[in-house]
């Protein structure tokens, strides 16, 4: 077991035709009154503390000349789709959101929470509404295994922001419903996306200096929070096979968790993984250096994917794919894969969350007997 920093006492989507955008539902932990006991255990900080960390909710955005007078070419961001947005790309620089943790903004009546925990390195956007109540997310003063807790501001349930899935309040275990949105890099954004928008520094409360560089140091940097083997807070499962600040993706699927390693889909650029009862589809998209995950099951027919030649192509059709899961020719043209949600996140934070996942690493393993 790794040692920890603190002791603190633990208490209580390019064209719509190309993008599976329609916002989904993971299938989520059936969140039972043990699972929140184990929680509870694994908990620091206060419940009634809201927006100590203050979330953008009014977001101002800039031109991609005017955010390049600030942003490096290798700079780490996120990036919502125009299939997403309906409008231009936006891009929310890391280390903005590693200051505010949550960005709400409402586009043509839709409401949308960006949401980033640097703590657990886990990116998730959600729709802002449940049942027919809108809502915007806060942030508590609380960690559930070093992943921040949020609070929505119609009914002021807790929630967890690596599961999307209430806690505790009015709304407990109710699961919200995911938007996509893509990590990537500054320059490859913009290479894709020349008329992006990018979130505005705040400037009310904060001073713009500030931004100019991460509390928890430079992504790139090996001794900074985000590459180091150390954590603040021990995790409720771990699994010290693997480094634990791993860059993954991860996705559950009727009985399956899988966690994508982020550093190995450089290579492999397409995998079909069987996992459980389910078989996930890993593809790589090089424009954006992105890796998104599907449903590798298309009409009760399970498809495996392998790259060949730049190319992503089934060896059951030999239909050619591009990205975004969609067949771009062979038998199977125009075809659609069901895009699953993902959640980005290091993998600590995953396994912690998500005890009996798979990880894959251009291996697939599974989860060490209890």
Not at 47 to 57: H, L, S, Y
Not at 214 to 242: C, T, V, W
Not at 264 to 290: E, H, P
Not at 308 to 329: C, F, L, M, Q
Request: hydrophobic share 40%.
């Amino acid at each position: 077991m790794k040692k920890f920093r603190t002791s603190l006492t633990l208490s209580t989507v390019l064209a719509a035709s190309l993008l599976c955008v329609s916002p989904t539902v993971s299938h989520a932990i059936n969140l039972t009154d043990s699972h929140l006991r184990t929680y509870q255990k694994f908990t620091v900080g206060s419940a009634t503390e809201r927006d100590a960390v203050r979330p953008i909710d009014r977001p101002a955005f800039v031109s991609a000349e005017d955010a390049a007078l600030f942003l490096e070419s290798d700079e780490q961001v996120f990036l919502e789709e125009p299939a997403v947005t309906g409008r231009e790309a936006l891009v929310y620089p890391l280390r903005v959101l590693a200051r505010h943790e949550v960005v709400n903004l409402e586009q043509d009546g839709v409401l949308r929470s960006l949401t980033f925990c640097p703590l657990t390195g886990s990116l998730a956007c959600f729709v802002g509404e449940l049942d027919g109540t809108p809502f915007s997310l806060g942030t508590t003063g609380m960690l559930v295994s070093s992943n921040r807790v949020l609070y929505d501001r119609a009914t002021g349930s807790k929630w967890s922001q690596i599961l999307g899935q209430a806690l505790g309040g009015q709304l407990k275990g109710k699961t919200l419903r995911r938007s996509p949105v893509i990590w990537t890099t500054w320059d490859k954004a913009r290479a894709a996306y020349p008329n992006l928008r990018v979130l505005a520094r705040p400037r009310s409360g904060t001073a713009p200096s500030k931004y100019g560089h991460n509390p928890y140091g430079e992504y790139k940097d090996l001794q900074s929070y985000f590459r180091n083997n150390a954590l603040f807070f021990p995790p409720m499962h771990i699994d010290e096979r693997f480094p634990l600040k791993e860059h993954i993706i991860g996705a559950t699927d009727a009985d399956a968790a899988l966690a994508v390693s982020y550093s190995a889909m450089l290579k492999q650029k397409a995998i079909s993984i069987d996992v459980g009862l389910s078989t996930i589809a890993a593809l790589y998209d090089s424009r954006l250096g992105a890796v998104r995950l599907f449903s590798a099951v298309l009409e009760g027919q399970t498809l495996h994917f392998t790259a060949s030649n730049g190319r992503i192509i089934d060896r059951e059709t030999h239909s050619v794919w591009d990205p975004y899961g969609k067949a771009i020719s062979g038998p199977l043209h125009s075809s659609q894969l069901r895009r699953l949600p993902e959640t980005h996140s290091m993998w600590f934070a995953w396994k912690a969350f998500h005890p009996f996942t798979a990880y894959w690493n251009g291996k697939l393993h599974f989860p060490l007997p209890q």
